[in-house]
């Protein structure tokens, strides 16, 4: 919960009586004082908001009801994991346990921002420890308050902020992280506020970070919402709905050499590219609004964009691995996949599926609008997949430097695994030319006694070792290495520096 406070002083005689009058004042409120606070809060709370501002919810209310309300507040974001945003121009003392972060405010110059349990270190720091017995968040909330009684007074606390200001920042962004280890000079101070703890910082450890962004990730793909079922739809059932739709089409193939080969080869074509499009389609539906998050949170220093990517990764892997294992069991019947070559497939598809994912994150970095990130990352795939997948134009007859391009490709490796995996079975032996032609017979038409010729003539090229080429094993290697490749390689590309104006589009 984050407390910002501004506050300006009048003809008050000095700083403490500025705060022993301001809580005073607060105690003569009525016992009724405090219900319009309660009610106005309580409405606000009954639409379950993430984020909550509040200007003043404490106003005109009796101590008792100011501390309930702040206690509510409290409770209901740590039990709902939402962020409260208060504004309070009298804080009182015990306000301070229930806050986490507190803004204080001059003019609207930041005179601190960070957690509450640094802001005592910090003015220690800086030569300005707490007195014992007093109010902190008043205290400091007066030394940060134009006295304006005169002329002199005026000029002296205008110089003092002016002089904290310029100190916080330079000094105090550090303390907007975490606190950070107390001088040995400070520690001898005899403040008797001071907590053994200070000094080793609040800021949590990579895995409960980690955790964390992975079960908000957990809780918004699977909540019972509009936006969760969006999420479990787009991230589990896009995919084989997709499939299941396009096998309708492919779900009577008769089994003859004029149409079978290019009908099985079209088929591997076409759920190559689903996998490619539902990955893109997937990612620039759900990616944006974690990119805007984390923008937003690495600029308070809560994490880098390592840590966002494998929280992502840990989200979108498994489901995206149960949505692939779903799309190969409609297939099976289709393919007649046994239980090995099942595996091998769904290895196949989920590496070009998280291939696709991935970089279309490497684009979102920099591209603001997700279609526009997608239609860039579906034109890359459209043309790997007509150049290197051997289904439009057959690898054997590419031209030299198209054929040495296609190397870099991972749409060669999956469609060479799959392809294999499809037609090169014993189904494929054989076959009669159509319905009424039966083969061995014209050489010109019975081009394929088994499913390995076919592959052979249209995925090789003269002077390749057809055993290197036609291997699966390798195949499914190398799409996993990209998969795995363009993972890493992402990690290093968040953690470049970007623009101001670039990161500020971001976290629109």
């Known amino acids: 919960m984050l407390l ?22 607060r105690s003569k409120g009525s016992p009724n004082a ?3 606070g309660v009610v106005s809060s309580g409405e606000q709370l009954a639409k379950d908001p993430t984020l909550l501002l509040l200007d003043e919810p404490t106003w005109d209310t009796d ?5 309930l309300i702040v206690s509510m507040l409290w409770s209901y974001a740590t039990r709902r994991g939402s962020i409260v945003v208060l504004t309070m121009e009298t804080p009182r003392s015990d306000v301070l346990p229930f806050v986490s972060r507190v803004t204080l405010l001059c003019l609207g110059a930041v005179v601190y921002s960070g957690p509450t349990r640094s802001m005592l270190d910090y003015f220690t720091y800086i030569g300005f420890p707490c007195p014992e017995l007093e109010n902190p ?16 007074r005026f000029l002296e606390s205008n110089q003092q902020i002016s002089v904290l200001v310029d100190k916080f920042k330079a000094e105090g962004v550090i303390y907007m992280k975490e606190a950070p280890q107390v001088p040995p000079n400070v520690k001898d101070t005899p403040l008797g506020i001071m907590h053994k703890g200070l000094g080793r910082g609040i800021k949590p ?23 969760g079922l969006g999420h479990f739809a787009t991230r589990l059932l896009l995919l084989p709905f997709s499939v299941a739709l396009m096998s309708i089409l492919y779900s009577h193939s008769t089994p003859i050499q004029s ?29 944006p609004g974690y990119r805007a998050r984390y923008y937003q949170e690495k600029r308070e220093g809560l994490y880098g964009g390592a840590m966002f990517l494998t929280a992502y990764a840990l989200l979108s892997l498994p489901l995206s691995f149960v949505s692939t294992m779903i799309t190969i069991g409609i297939l099976t019947p289709i393919l007649e996949l046994d239980l090995s070559s099942w595996a091998y497939a769904s290895g196949v598809l989920w590496a070009s599926y998280v291939a696709a994912e991935q970089v279309t994150v490497a684009v979102l970095m920099v591209v603001g609008r997700p279609v526009t990130g997608a239609i860039t990352v579906l034109y890359m795939t459209l043309v790997s997949l007509v150049v290197a997948s051997g289904a439009i ?12 391009v296609s190397t870099a490709l991972p749409a060669r490796y999956a469609s060479l695994a799959l392809n294999q995996l499809a037609i090169d079975m014993p189904i494929f032996l054989n076959l009669h030319y159509n319905e009424s032609f039966a083969c061995p017979g014209v050489p010109e038409l019975c081009r394929y006694p088994d499913g390995r010729t076919y592959l052979i003539e249209r995925f090789t090229r003269e002077g390749e070792n057809i055993s290197e080429v036609l291997n699966v094993d390798l195949n499914l290697l190398i799409s996993l290495a990209f998969a795995v490749g363009l993972c890493i390689l992402n990690s290093v590309l968040y953690l470049l520096p970007l623009p101001a104006r670039v990161k500020a589009k971001f976290r629109e």
């Open 63 to 67: 101590p008792l009801n100011t501390y």
């Open 205 to 227: 450890g990579c895995f409960s970070t980690l955790l964390a962004l992975y079960l908000r990730g957990m809780a918004a793909t699977f909540a019972f919402s509009r936006s």
């Open 4 to 25: 910002a406070t501004e506050f300006n002083r009048s003809s008050n005689p000095d700083l403490r009586d500025v705060a022993c009058q301001s809580e005073q004042q």
């Open 137 to 152: 968040l008043m205290y400091y909330l007066c030394l940060s308050t134009v006295d304006r009684r005169s002329r002199d």
């Open 34 to 36: 405090g219900r319009s």
């Open 393 to 404: 134009r057959s690898l054997k007859g590419l031209p030299y430097w198209l054929a040495a």
């Open 259 to 287: 149409r079978i080969f290019l009908q099985t080869g079209g088929l591997v074509f076409n759920v190559l590219t689903l996998f490619y499009v539902a990955g893109i389609a997937s990612t620039a539906l759900l990616f």
